[in-house]
């Protein structure tokens, strides 16, 4: 007789912080588990950058505004909430995710 095995899938878990906030009080530098990261508030959602000292580039991650979908390879491949998705999450469950009414323009970020 065959047995097999599920592997249960643990929620992400870690820290995050705002680092600094624009004039508006909306947050544009966040840290998620001591990873700097960059945040825009998009109409449609919003945006997170990182540099990659190691791979030496600019990784640039967009999140749904329903905060259940990232573009990051956790969440592709993976097909669950990545941190990303619930750090964003945390913030504004917290109150600490101010969304201005003035979002930010959408900039071409090279890809």
Known sequence: MKTTSTKTRKTPT???KVLDRRRDGAACKILINNAEYRLDHLNDGFRVMRFDAEAYK???YEID???MTCSCPDAVNRNRRCKHCLAIAALKERGRL???VEYAEDRDYPR
């Open 65 to 67: 505004a329903d905060l």
């Open 14 to 16: 870690g820290t995050v």
């Open 98 to 100: 101010v969304v201005s």
């Open 58 to 60: 600019v990784l640039v």
